[in-house]
Structures are given as C-alpha cells and as structure tokens.
C-alpha cells in the first residue's frame, strides 16, 4: 500500500481474520471518544509470529502499530522499546522515550518520580558496591546533581553557585563561599529532599515506594531505603550476566523503575485553570518487540513484561496500552497465566479493565498478502500552547481583580455548607410504617401474567416465526423478608411489560417476532445457575426435535454479579447463546463477547461514587448546636468501606471505590456466621453486625467526617442499621451511608423509615418519578407501570425499566435477524454487534457497534433516600437523548 506521494511506502497491519475489528477497537482503545473511557486498565496484549516467522514480521506489526500514533510527529503519547542486551532495563527506555517529542501544544509529563529512581537505580549499577551500600547521602547528591542538569528552579540555583570553589580569596571569600553555596546549593538540596520523603514515604495517599518497599510511614527517609536497595542488589549485579541472582538484581530493579513510571503516568489532572497541568487526552502506549528465546534482548523484553504484570493489578490510575509483538517464550506464557484467543475478541477486551494477559497468534499467511492499513488517530488538538493561555488568563484574572476590588462582599462570601439532598433524615413527616409487600402472591401474578402471553405467542405460530427467550431469575419468595431483599418482581413485570407491547404490535407489523419467556428459578441468590445453564445448553443441542416456536434464540437476567453467574456467563458464551444482562454490574461478569450487560459496570460506578463522596456536602458536620439552623454538611474526607469476601459484586466494587476514593480509607470484611473467612492484609474483619457497628463507631469517633461505602448485600445491611440503632453510641450526629443499586429494593420499602439518624444514597438506573430531566419514554413508562401496579412499594426503582429495555435490545436483534420462518442464534449475535441505538425507560440506550460492553453513556443515578419519594442528587449519563456531556452533574465528569 502506497501513500498519497506514492513515495513512501506506508505499514499496513497484517489482514489476519479480524484484523478489521482489532484496527478499528485499537484507535478507540487509544483515543476514545469520552476522557473518562480512559479510566479502565485494557490488559498486556501479546501479538505472537510463528517459530519460523523472519524478524521482519514483527517490525512490520510494530511499525503499523506506531504509524497510526504519529505518521510525522507524536500525536499520542507513545514509545516503542527495542530489546537490547546493553539495555537491559527497558524501563528506562520507555521513560525517555515518552518524554522525547511531546504531542504538540502539550505541556510535557514531567515523571519526577521515575527520573529520580532512573538516577538512583544508575549509579547502584554503575558503582556495583559490596553489601554495606553507597551510602544514603553519596546517593542524595549524585540524584539531586542529575536533577539540577535537568533545569527548573533546582537547576538554576546549582549553576548560580558557580564553581565548587570560592569565588574570592582569603578569609573573606571562604566565608561568601560558604554563606553562597549554603543559599543555592546545600539548602535547596536538604528542601528538595525533605519533600521528597514526605511525598514518596510518609504521605499515606502517594506515598507508594514506602508501600513498594513494605516500609512504614514513619520509617527510614527515601534515600536510605534506596541506599538498602542497593546494599541488596548490587552484589548480585556484579556477578556474571547469565548468574541467576544477576536476574534477580536486574527484576528488581525493573520493578522499582516501572512502578515509579507508572505512578507518573497515572490519571492526569484537566488543564482548566492551570495550563501547565498535563493537557493527556489520550491513553499512552508501549510497543515493545520480544525476540525469540535466546536471543539477546530476550530476557529484558520477557522481565520487563513480568514487571507490567505484578504492577498492572495495583494500579491507581489507568495506565497505559502495552503491546508487544514476537516470540515469547513458554515460561513467560505461564508466568503470566494468559488467556489465548483471537484478533476479534482481543479487540473487544481492549476496553475491559481485564488484570489477565491476552494472547494472540498471527498467522503466517497474511503476511503474504497486502494488509491494513490503521488510519493515524485525530485526539483533541489545542489551539495555543500552555504559556500563551497563561497571558490569555493572566490578562483575565487582571481585568477582574481591579473591576471587582471593591465590589462589597466579594472576598468574604461563606463556603455552601447545604447538605446534598437536604437535611431530611431517611425518617421525616412522622413516617414509621414499612410499606405492605405481599411477595409470594405477585410474584406469582408475574409468572402467570408471563405464561398467559406465552400462549398469547404460541397463536402467531401458524403464520410467522415465534421463538423463545429464557429468563434465570432467583427462587420465588417465601416471605416478605425475601422480596425486599430480591429485585425479582419488579424484574419479571418488567419483562412482562415489554413481552405484552411485542405481542401487541405483532398484530400490525409483519417483521415483529412474537417472543415467549420461559421463568427458570436457579435457587436463592442464582446460587444452582450452573446447572441449570448446563441443563440448557444440553436442551438446545436437541432443540429439533421439539416444537419450532420453543426454539430458545437468546437468554435474558442475571440480575447479580456472583461466582455462579460469572462462570454461567461463561459456559453459554462458549455455546454460542446471546445474552443481554439486566442488573448484574462487575465488570468480572464480562466472561463472552456475546453477552451484553445493560448497566455500567462497578467500574463506572464507583468512579462516579468516590467523586461524589469526596466533592459533595453528605456528612453532617460535627459540633453543630444550633437547635433550629439548617443542618450543616462536608463532603466525606474519610470512608470505611464494607465488603463480604468471596462475593464477586461486594469484592468488585469495594475494590474499584478503593482505588478511586481520594480520602483516607478503613476496610472492613464482613459476613455473618461462623465459617472462616480470609481477610486480606491492612483490612478489619467482622462476623456480627454488632461487632460491625462497633468498628464503624470507632472509624466516626476518631474522624467525624466520614461515610461508610457499603457494598455487601441488603440484609446485611438491614442487620447493620439495627445493631447501629439498638446499640446508639455514634449516631447523635448521624450516619451516611453510600451503596450500590443493592441497597434500593429495600430502602424503597421502608425498612429504615423510623431511622432519624440515617442519611443513605444509593444508585439507580433511571432518574425517578417527577424528575423534570426524565425523557419523555421514561416518564410514559413510569405512568403505564403505576397505572399497572399502584401498590408496588418499587416503583421508583431500577429493576423493572432495566429489565423492560433489557429485552427490548434482545426483541430488536431478533427482529433483525428474522429471515422468513428462520431465526439464527448466529444472526441475532451479529445483529447485536452491529449496534443498537433508542429512547428507553431508562433513558437514552446507545450500544457502540462491534462492542459487548455496556451501553455508551447509560444512565446512572444517586438517589437521596427520604421519607417522600427518592431524590436524585447525581444523574450521569444519556438519561435523555438530548442531554450533552457539558450538562452532567459535576461527579460524572471526574
């Protein structure tokens, strides 16, 4: 393939089976189309070329893999590391490459922390001393020396200081010398490494090498603990290059130098009033060439991605897209545990936060053959460069210091101190009655509801294709402490919903496929959903010999995020059955590229939930003794956050708030009973909810400002709210309490209603009845669902919306996929891939083409719980077709 010019020939990707999929989902994987599409952690993707393959296939994948970055110059972030045994720490390779040739108009990542262990880390190899060490001061001088030459204020003082020498004679001049060298050198140093201390050891939010190094806050200073690293490894690098502890030295090494990269290529801050801040709307990239077993390079290429591997799990922020391309070895594959597959499906986890590496093999023909060529990616260009939008602002800020200085009260105006929501507690307006549920009887009225429309289908038979659809629901309530703890009756009126107005329209359009559910209860918490998926794959392997309108075509629900749903997920994807999700949120459930949940993922929203509880007004402020002035309320600079071991929902979004929550952060385990239970290190652990609500106790005495995150399941979270409330020793000034979509069955029904000192958000999605902001399908779809179900203490809940467009997306592909009297399970697969997009009851639905995540931009919403009906305090997300990202509410954007 031939350039514009015709002179320069341009690299073209081989045209392996899905190379099209892979170019186009790698772009978007660089540069996507939202900032915080940024956010998730994409896996180590290995690119592998055949035993025989010649060198010049992996530089041609390498090179066009790069082209589409920057043809002329850098328009993302990137590097591309070349294995070579005089480089055998390529980390130091992939910091200066990402600092050389900026994008332009962007002001440059500095990556102090990995520049200052480069340093370090050079002059342990190059002195190689015995077991004593070099000596922390040796080292402090030598690394802030390194950093003068760089410039910058550290810079400019060390060459004020002129010579090592006085600059007058006698007396005199030893005294200036000293008095000047003291002022521009010895001072500025001492500073500069204080500060480095208290960043990179004691801060207990970046402290990371301290962490790194298992030292404690109030342990040795930064170079001493660099002074013991190298006590420890340069002994081991003075011995021969194939010794085994020479390995050992150079890896740990390695791994000390990509972790301070990394922590320098973390999230970066939005330019807005700081121009200078990192302008990086892209993600950044390594291309790194792995050459064969044995061959020089191999062995740093091969430590260098086991450092990525250790590190990528921990990661605070993103990080970027490293692809490497060549030979790896057995034991590198092994090390790694990674997950082999193909082009297509390598493309759709680019956009998954997938900890497990990815393998790909190329084949050799494609090679043979012209390839592809990837288009070069267009990221957000800047229009000026940072210091001339510092004149720009700097004139700004001028024109409104003197126009405003005497404006009166300018300076002066208070902080908003208006608790997000009010200041109602859960229990206002006298309300103290838990609203009547009657489980087992609607429970029941839904599956009848659902069967009678099944025959209402069964008629269309004679003349158009009917098929069926299956739904894995929980087993039916006994009682009504299992509805509020279960979101399967509004879950099953939803489908309900949408099963009737198919069946109806059916009747005047010709192209619409009838479509009956069957109901398959899979026990308390989808706990037997293994077998019963197993059972229903063993059914569809026989499906000809039954009736064509039960032809099952597609399945429907799993509606929680446990190990069983997760491996079921799996299990129908490896048969080849589409799924579309309802309310099943961890990102883990993303087991097949065949099945699409339809609410964020934790991911999402725990990102969205750490940026509320650290930026809004949700904890009451402590020592407020005004009897009738408005309650008064911080945002929550400290979070304990509650989890239930070996659940995949609990686990997954604790974990993902963890990472994104600013605040100090107390974890607690919790699970009732008395079966044993790990607890991983730095956490607390809790078996009773008496024992819970002590330990909340303790975290509020000593830091008053601060939430609990919950993430274990609704009752036990109803345990926790009474031990809280029958105990009484922290609740005079209140409790907030922010939580998942598991909280809302049961907050709806009143079970909190005579609890004064609860102030409890949680996550929807769909904005609730009365919310001006509400598009016009979900405001028809609440009003046919009340006129339906007046009573249903969850009217304002997810579920039922999730659920009714849910099997909307599943009737349109089918629908699409109708050919004649035929159905294909293949064809609704591919119908699904090519996109879906409508106004539904939850707001805008927009699934992205040749993607199986979640829909762009889906709706997500924290609900304020009060006595009245629930207020929405956050609403990200295309709630409206028309809604623009400019308008999301502030902790959407972050």
């Not at 050891?201 to 170079?223: D, Y």
Request: proline share 7%.
């Amino acid at each position: 393939m031939r350039s514009a010019n015709n002179s320069v020939e341009t690299p073209s990707f081989p045209d392996d089976a899905g190379a099209d999929y892979f170019i186009r989902e790698y772009r978007t994987a660089v540069n996507p189309a939202r900032r915080d599409l940024l956010e998730n952690k994409p896996p180590l993707l290995i690119l592998t070329t055949s035993a025989n393959a010649p060198e010049s296939h992996t530089h041609r994948v390498l090179e066009a893999l790069r082209w589409a970055l920057g043809p002329e110059h850098k328009r993302v972030l990137h590097t591309v590391l070349h294995a070579e045994d005089e480089a055998p720490l390529l980390s130091v390779q992939a910091g200066a490459g990402l600092g050389f040739d900026i994008p332009r108009r962007s002001a440059p990542d500095r990556f102090p922390d990995f520049w200052l262990m480069a340093d370090a880390v050079d002059h342990i190899r190059e002195s190689r001393a015995g077991s004593g060490g070099l000596g922390a001061r040796k080292l402090r001088d030598h690394v802030y020396r390194q950093r003068a030459e760089r410039g910058g204020l550290p810079g400019l003082l060390w060459h004020t200081g002129g010579t090592d020498t006085a600059p007058i004679g006698g007396v005199r001049g030893f005294i200036v010398g000293l008095v000047w060298h003291s002022l521009t050198r010895t001072l500025p140093r001492w500073i500069w490494a204080r500060r480095q201390n208290r960043r990179l050891v004691r801060s207990k939010r970046s402290g990371w090498l301290g962490k790194h190094l298992n030292a404690t806050a109030g342990g040795a200073p930064v170079f001493e603990l660099l002074d013991q690293v190298g006590a420890r490894q340069a002994p081991r690098l003075s011995l021969e290059p194939d010794h085994p502890r020479h390995k050992e030295g150079l890896a740990a090494l390695e791994l000390l130098l990509l972790r301070a990269l990394l922590e320098d290529l973390q999230k970066p801050a939005v330019g807005r009033l700081l121009p200078k801040r990192r302008r990086r709307v892209s993600r950044p990239v390594l291309l790194l060439e792995i050459p064969p077993e044995g061959a020089p390079g191999a062995d740093s290429a091969e430590r260098f991605l086991r450092a990525f591997h250790t590190l990528q799990a921990g990661l605070d922020g993103p990080g970027p897209l490293v692809i490497a391309v060549g030979r790896p070895s057995g034991s590198l594959q092994t090390d790694l545990g990674v997950e082999r597959t193909n082009l297509r499906r390598a493309s759709s986890l680019l956009h998954s936060s997938n900890p497990r590496p990815v393998v790909v093999p190329l084949e050799d023909e494609p090679f043979e053959r012209p390839g592809l060529q990837i288009p070069p990616v267009q990221p957000r260009k800047f229009m000026m460069g940072w210091r001339a939008v510092t004149a720009v602002e700097l004139a700004a800020l001028a024109v409104v210091l003197v126009g405003g200085a005497t404006a009166p009260g300018l300076w002066d105006a208070p902080p908003d101190t208006r608790c997000v929501g009010g200041d109602r507690p859960v229990a206002a307006d006298g309300q103290n009655k838990m609203v009547e549920v009657r489980p087992k009887e609607w429970y029941q009225e839904a599956l009848n509801l659902i069967n009678a429309q099944n025959r209402d289908a069964e008629k269309y038979a004679k003349d158009r294709a009917v098929r069926t659809v299956v739904l894995f629901e929980s087993t039916p309530p006994t009682g009504a402490d299992d509805s509020i703890f279960d979101g399967s009756i509004p879950e099953l009126r939803g489908v309900a919903m949408w099963q009737k107005l198919l069946i109806d329209d059916a009747a005047s359009n010709s192209n619409r496929v009838p479509l009956r559910v069957e109901v398959r209860q899979v026990g308390t918490g989808f706990h037997d959903v293994v077998p019963a998926v197993r059972d229903l794959i063993q059914e569809v392997k026989q499906e000809k010999s039954g009736k064509e309108y039960e032809e099952i075509v597609g399945v429907l629900g799993f509606a929680q995020s446990t190990k069983e749903t997760q491996e079921a997920v799996g299990l129908l994807g490896g048969s080849g059955m589409p799924m579309v999700g309802t309310t099943a949120t961890a990102d883990e459930m993303q087991q097949s590229d065949i099945y699409w949940p339809f609410t964020p993922d934790n991911s999402e929203e725990a990102r969205v939930e750490a940026a509320f509880a650290a930026r809004s007004n949700i904890v009451v402020k402590a020592g407020q003794t005004k009897p009738n002035a408005p309650m008064e309320c911080v945002p929550a600079r400290n979070a304990v956050i509650v989890r239930t071991p070996d659940d995949l929902y609990s686990e997954s979004l604790a974990d993902k708030f963890h990472q994104r929550f600013q605040g100090d952060k107390t974890v607690i385990n919790f699970r009732q009973g008395s079966e044993p239970f790990a607890t991983p290190p730095g956490t607390q652990k809790a078996t009773t909810p008496d024992r819970l609500a002590g330990q909340v106790c303790q975290a509020l005495k000593a830091e008053p400002d601060t939430a609990v995150f919950w993430t274990a399941r609704a009752r036990d979270f109803t345990g926790f709210v009474r031990a809280m409330d029958v105990n009484g020793t922290c609740i005079g000034n209140g409790l907030t309490v922010l939580g998942g979509n598991e909280l809302t069955n049961v907050a709806l029904t009143g079970q909190y209603a005579d609890k004064h000192w609860l102030r409890l958000y949680h996550s929807a999605h769909r904005l609730p009845e009365g919310d001006k902001r509400a598009s016009a399908k979900t405001q028809d779809f609440v009003r046919r669902y009340n006129e339906q179900y007046p009573r249903d203490p969850w009217r304002q809940d997810g579920h039922s919306a999730v659920s009714y467009d849910a099997f909307h997306v599943l009737s349109r592909a089918v629908d699409d996929a109708h050919r004649g009297n035929t159905v294909s399970r293949d064809s609704i697969v591919t119908a699904l891939r090519n996109g879906n997009s409508f106004d539904g009851a939850t707001g805008f639905v927009n699934f992205s083409e040749f993607s199986s995540g979640p829909p762009a931009m889906k709706t997500l919403v924290i609900l304020r719980q009060s006595a009245g009906e629930p207020e929405a305090v956050v609403a990200c997300g295309a709630y409206n077709q028309s809604v623009k990202r400019t308008q999301q509410d502030p902790p959407c954007l972050h």
